[in-house]
């Protein structure tokens, strides 16, 4: 039993359950907000143009007037009356509960308001449109809504963290588990409320940067990509942080619950006509300034990212409402982007969107101004707009002559066409000399012509009544039709005054048909027979599309969904179970058994897995022996069983009925994956599942065709069930072990898509785990770094050859070898400070001091050996002032490791060690194929693992070894060579009068340099011109793989594989630029 609790006056604000007991406490008070909501709140009203031409508009309205969290609480309105009477509501609850409001706490923020003050119980608010911005849950908003205000919140959180960092003794790796378990959560709070670009966010983690590269023993001139990659120091990025909360939290907002979903289209509307566009903003490329507004904002980064939320490439029923209907061609695909934004408020006012619309109606000729501006109703006055100009200059074949004729590609494009049908819609208005018509049961054809709209909730309008002309029957001729004078159908409520007969007109069976006057009455164009043919037509056709609209959706369904060989879609629609028109439930049972074949390189030159599947299907009974057996195979990039599965039970649901129970018989983890999918409430928490477009396509499915899915009635049935499993094993593992099945399919995944917003990266859809994809994607991101980086670029040339094991060598200079992640100590900081040196060559050589401009040092020359030779990175480990060659040095440590393994009486490493020495000193001692002219020792000295030594054993023992002796061969050349090169160096430099910190001072120029500097010749900056274009088209160059690498490794990710092991056998080749 739980301990008692005892009751007592006040809420606990401090205890697990306090929301719950705030939200029951404060459920009244917000429910009697919530009746004056409309009344008394915010409004956001806003028209979404869904047809320029037609005028015609959704409305989309939401009222907001109280948020509330616990005891904080805001009220929201548009005036300052309503303000004041809801806070009166508000006050009578507080007195009811006896509860005193501290109202000196109040915080008001003003907007567009004239009256200064606000009043309460007589106490006028004081903190009122705070300079600082006023505080709510921990985030300071301004009445202005300045964005400044926000970015000084994250930089004031930012430079207090890194004052700490300063003042106290911490390593490196204290500082970056404060930074990332700390501080980036209370930035990511912050980011709700600003969107932060690159730029900004990277002068954020400037300082950071400094002090991090500072205590961890590196030069400032360090590669970032150090600090923020995984393997070394793994720092967060506050850039890479934004994007993956971007990733999960804007798909939320835009598909979340209604009130989060209406405050997203609101904000896409607003956008639209900002741009003035019939396109999607979700859908453009923005490049445009975006003032306050959260969501375009968001948008905007993820395009720079080469995200987008929409793709209206591919027509979709579920995002056709967000283009505006009125046109063929947009105008901004035609005028420069540069002008966009400058000319939609012309483009608006002058209510032009489309090419269409400064075209005449033979779309051949392209109007002038005034005769638009006359045709669309608007003011003529002022200058012709330079986006008119422009369009006329693009358009317009040739302008020097005199003509408007548009150029030969846009020709014929941009006509216009009325295309007249003869089915009766209740929207329309009809034209004169027409009448409609259908048939009812047992009955000659009714006519009607259309009169006025009706309140009936079967009806739609009505229509006056007309009948045949007596004697005038003839089949085979047109019936004169007169106005009926009263009938049994007539509903006009002045029956007896001999009015016109008012009839329903019946929506879906009835047609239009052209009538003309003749003899008083009304004759139309067609003989009784045809008539009464064609409305009998009509009602049959309605009548069969109702009975079979199930089964043409579901077959609907397969053409869309499903990618294969016609046979197989054959097959598939040939076993849709037919509705039977009873309301019973019926029981289906699917088992699904799928197995694995051997991977190839598809003609994508991608690896790809084939997967063999088998379907069994039954109804009613599993005892049945009639059941539909289907077999196919299907390709995907990574091995993910679980998602073949689900995909292929979208594939089973698609044949059964509605209003049905359906027993799977698959991976119990896929039933309990999708039962907790349904079952969870919280769209939050589903979003993460990295399987959610194909988890909500299930349960969108199940929901609108009544299915549910239940287990086994007893265990017989389950017995049953067990046995048609291993027959189908049996198929999959005798008769095709290694062999595709006879036909291939796919699942297109745009019709997967239920959300009207998904995350799309160039044209692929992101299936799920959105916040997790972007996490990997950004690991690549700084792998690509790696891949691209000038000091690595010798490693990287031919990485095609796949020499180096990058995992081993990663774990290797972060020193993961020696130290666990969490362990620190001023040894571990030297030891990784040497490694990425080496790595880099970034060793403080004389060389690199001279790039420094080290102010103590006269030249770069070694001053250990009288050779007169620069002193490189290349240079320490084969000066003639070394004790030893690197291949003696090698070959002795193979001795002292050995005897240091006896020393510590490890006699079975010993064994392993003689078994591999002579392997290991060959492979080192052979030709490297990456630094050409090099033996592998030179790897070695980097710090790079060679793959090569992996290849030597398939024991892991033995491997640990063998990797144990190449550490201690790493040691050997620092002690031997490095080590006592400082000393030696700092023996000749003290004799020099230099000290260490004299090392550290940079030159500062001299007078005399300057006016060398300025008395340089034309010829001298001739050259310096050259060479900086050479540099910057090579950086430029450089660029360019970059992206392609990038690009890559991107795809590679959101293909579903794991690029953690091969990321570095990502092709550099210039051939790809």
Known sequence: ????????????????????????????????LDKIRENKGYNLNEKKITNLRKGEVDSLNISINVTAFMDDTTIISDNKKNLEEMIDICHQFFDINDIKANVGKYELIKINSEEKELEIEGNVIKKMNNEEGNRYLGVYFRYDNKRKIYKDKIASIINSACNIFNWKKLNEKQIIAVWNIVIIPRIEYQLAAIVLTKNECEKLMTRLNMIIKKRARLARSTPNFVIYDKDIYDV???????VEMLCKNLLYQANGNEKLKKLFKIAMSQEQKRI??????????????????????????????????????????????????????????????????????????????????????DGVNMKKWKHMCIELGVSTKGKIPKWFKELEGKLIDNTNENTRKIKKEYMGKFERSNININYFDESEKQGKNTIISWNEEGEFPIFAVDKKGSKSKKYKRIGIHYTYKEDTLDWNNSPLLIMCEGCEKNISKKKDNNEKCLIYIENKNSRIIKTRKEEGALKPYETISTLIKKNECIRTISEDEENNEEINRKIDQIDSLIKAEDDFITIMKNSLFENENDRRTKRYYLMIELKKIKSHINSKGKRAFWYNIIWILKEDNVNK???????????????????????????????INGNSEIVLGINENIKKLIKEFIINTSNRKKIDSDYYIELLYIEDFMTKNGINIVEEINEEEAIIMKGIKKRMEQILGKDLKEKKMRYKIEIIENALLINEYNLIWRKNIITGGFRNWRKKVSMALWKNEILNSNKLNDLFILNFKKEFDWRTTLEFISNRTTFTKRQCSSEDTKERSYRIKNLLKDLPTYDTLCKRDVDALENNKCIRCDENEIETWDHVWICNDNEANLDEILRESISKFEEHLNKNGRSEDITILRNHNINI????????????????????????????????????????????????????????????????????????????????????????????????????????????????????FDKKINIVTRDRLIGAVTDGNNIEYNWDLTPKSTDLV
């Open 236 to 242: 967060k990025h506050i850039y890479d942080l934004q």
């Open 921 to 1036: 000193v060959t492979i080192l001692e052979e030709r490297s194929n990456i630094l050409l002219g090099k033996s592998r020792i030179w790897e070695m000295l980097r710090g790079v693992f060679n793959d090569r030594f992996n290849h030597l054993t398939k024991s892991k023992e033995e491997l640990m070894i063998i990797k144990e002796c190449w550490n201690f061969i790493y040691k050997e050349f620092k002690t031997r060579i490095w080590l006592i090169r400082c000393e030696e160096v700092a023996r000749l430099e003290k004799l020099k009068g230099i000290q260490k910190q004299d090392l550290r001072k940079k030159k500062r120029r001299r007078e005399q340099d300057q006016r060398e500097g300025d008395s340089e010749d034309e010829n001298t900056e001739n050259k310096k011109t050259n060479k900086k274009d050479k540099k910057k088209q090579k950086k430029e």
């Open 276 to 361: 003035w566009t019939s396109k999607c903003p979700g859908d453009l490329n923005l490049i445009y300034k975006i003032k306050n507004n959260w969501i375009i904002e968001a948008i905007k980064l993820l395009n720079n990212e080469n995200i987008s939320i929409c793709d209206h490439e591919v027509n979709n029923n579920i995002n056709r409402n967000h283009l505006i209907e009125g046109g063929v061609k947009d105008i901004i695909e035609i005028i420069d982007e540069k002008n966009i934004m400058k000319s939609a408020l012309s483009r608006r006012n002058k209510k032009v969107m489309f090419i269409e619309d400064v075209l005449d109606i």
């Open 1 to 32: 039993m739980t301990d008692e609790y005892h009751v007592e006056d006040g809420l606990d604000q401090g205890e697990v359950w306090s929301p719950i007991l705030w939200r029951i406490f404060y459920d009244a008070l917000l429910a009697r």
């Open 625 to 655: 022996e009639e059941e539909i057996l289907m077999s196919a195979s299907y390709e995907i990039y990574n091995e993910n069983e679980f998602k073949i599965l689900i995909r292929s039970i979208i594939i089973g649901l698609i044949l």
